[in-house]
């Protein structure tokens, strides 16, 4: 059948969240304004990270190359991208972006009543051998409409709006929740669009794989410790699980929220809160993961439920399917 080779009603991420602000009848549209310009960061950054070898945008910042222009490494380059356009979004107020040591706060004239929090180019330490890298991002509103401060964005995952991450892998996807369920998106890139390829993605109950960088195990804790030797050696007869590590957490998170598993960075004895950043790692990799119904923990709680007193925060973090989730919580209940 010639009809079916060709998909003709092609939902975009534009014309989904539309559809989807449409039940609110106080929506005035400002939301999707604010997505389609992180769609366009997106966009510009998969096309410069397919591009890198070429261009030969990988670098130092600062250098300078043979034509004297100055070369932007390519986080620095994705950052300046994102910031211009969620400021020029005009819905914005404050940005809060693992490039920055400072929040931006958006000059008066074009506030909008969104926070958004983000890590333009995540695991770049991957670029130089081409390994998929991504882009994460937390939404909230404003609490007040007055000043903009840092305290519009210090408020717990479990406030925001939406949260989302964009992989630049051997496809280009942008996995999105705005609170009723996570959709993923797959860039076509000759027409330059998003297109829903993974409506209403579930997290397996359980998983057979687990995902952790055990470089680091000779300082782990007692829980962390026990949990990955029970993934190895699991002793009521399961099989044990695979380990697969990429290093860059989107696509170590994405492949946990497809498959299954669990994804982990444990607190060490060098870091006693882990290394990964709560306001725009942990929260939005935490948000997504609840709403395709597995769960975030700390090793303390749930991580949706942290509130965090600095934007640069760091957090431990183990997340992924439902039971595995469930049996590192025991194991840290256990400890006490
Ligand atoms: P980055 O923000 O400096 O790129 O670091 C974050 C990355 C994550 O993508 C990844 O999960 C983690 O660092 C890997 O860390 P490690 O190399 O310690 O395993
Ligand atoms: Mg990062």
Not at 7 to 14: A, C, Q
Not at 60 to 77: F, H, M, R, Y
Not at 280 to 293: D, R
Request: charged letters at 25%.
């Amino acid at each position: 059948h010639e009809a079916d080779a060709y998909r003709t009603d092609l939902m975009t991420i534009t014309r989904f969240v539309l559809n989807e602000q449409s039940k609110y009848p106080e929506s005035r549209g400002d939301f999707t304004i604010l997505l389609s310009n992180i769609v366009l960061g997106c966009k510009f950054v998969c096309s410069a990270v397919n591009k890198a070898g070429l261009a030969k945008l990988i670098g130092l910042a600062g250098e300078t190359n043979i034509q004297g222009e100055e070369q932007k490494k390519l986080d620095v380059l994705s950052n300046d991208v994102f910031v211009k356009a969620l400021v020029s979004s005009g819905r914005t107020s404050v940005l809060v972006s693992e490039e920055d040591e400072e929040a931006t706060f958006v000059e008066s004239s074009k506030r909008g009543k969104y926070c958004v929090v983000f890590d333009p180019l995540d695991g770049s330490s991957n670029i130089d051998c081409g390994v998929s890298i991504g882009t994460i991002f937390g939404i909230y509103t404003m609490t007040h409409n007055d000043d903009p401060t840092t305290e519009d964005v210090l408020k717990p995952g479990n406030e925001m709006v939406a949260a989302g991450y964009c992989m630049y892998g051997s496809s280009c996807m942008l996995v999105l929740s705005t609170g009723t369920g996570v959709n993923g998106f797959t860039l076509d890139p000759s027409l330059g669009e998003f297109i829903l390829t993974h409506p209403d993605i579930k997290i397996p109950k359980k998983g057979n794989i687990y995902s952790v960088n055990e470089g680091n195990a000779q300082n782990w804790d007692g829980p962390t410790t026990k949990y990955v030797e029970k993934c190895k050696f699991p002793k009521d007869g399961s099989p044990a699980k695979s380990l697969r590590y990429v290093g860059s957490m989107v696509a170590d998170v994405h492949r946990t929220l497809l498959y299954g598993g669990i994804f982990l960075y444990p607190a060490d004895k060098k870091s006693p809160n882990g290394k990964l950043r709560v306001l725009y790692e942990v929260f939005p990799m935490s948000f997504l993961m609840e709403q395709a119904g597995g769960q975030a923990f700390t090793g303390k709680k749930r991580a949706l439920d942290l509130v965090p007193e600095k934007i640069h925060e760091r957090s431990p973090i183990f997340l992924g399917s439902y039971d595995d989730v469930e049996e590192i919580k025991a194991l840290y209940a256990a400890e006490g």
